[in-house]
C-alpha cells in the first residue's frame, strides 16, 4: 500500500516561493510516476504536474516556467514554486499515477491529505 503526505504549504505575497513536498509511505521496491493537483476557492480540482520515473516532466499552461516538479529516489516528489500570484491561491494535493513494483503497491490514484498554500498581492 502507498499513504501520501504533503508538507510546504503556507501564506505568501505575490513573487515569492514556497517549495511543497510529498512524503511517500511505502515498501522499498515501490516506484510511482506522481503529480499534482490544485484546488482553489470554489473552483475544480486541477492538474497541476506530472514526473514519471523516467524524470520526464509536464505542467499545465499557466504555471510553465514558474514551478518545477521533481523527485528524490522515487520516495519523495517536490513542487518548487517561483513568481507565486494570488491565482495560485489553493489546496495543493499528491497523487500516484503509475505504480510500479513486483508485488502489491496500493492503487494508482491515491492521494494526500493535501497543504494549503496562499498568494496575496
Known amino acids: 500500500q502507498v499513504r501520501l503526505r504533503e508538507s510546504g504549504g503556507g501564506s505568501v505575497q505575490a513573487g515569492g516561493s514556497l517549495r511543497l513536498s510529498c512524503a511517500i509511505s511505502?515498501?522499498?521496491?515501490?516506484?510511482?510516476?506522481m503529480s499534482w493537483y490544485r484546488q482553489g476557492p470554489g473552483k475544480e480540482r486541477e492538474f497541476v504536474s506530472r514526473?514519471?520515473?523516467?524524470?520526464?516532466t509536464t505542467y499545465t499552461d499557466s504555471v510553465k516556467g514558474r514551478f518545477t516538479i521533481s523527485q528524490d529516489n522515487a520516495k519523495s516528489t517536490f513542487l518548487q514554486m517561483n513568481s507565486l500570484k494570488p491565482e495560485d491561491t489553493a489546496m495543493y494535493y499528491c497523487?500516484?499515477?503509475?505504480?510500479?513494483?513486483?508485488?502489491?503497491?496500493?492503487?494508482?490514484?491515491?492521494w494526500g491529505q493535501g497543504t494549503q498554500v496562499t498568494v496575496s498581492s
Open positions: 511505502t515498501y522499498e521496491y515501490c516506484k510511482y510516476d
Open positions: 497523487k500516484t499515477e503509475n505504480v510500479y513494483g513486483p508485488y502489491y503497491c496500493g492503487e494508482a490514484g491515491t
Open positions: 514526473i514519471g520515473l523516467d524524470g520526464t
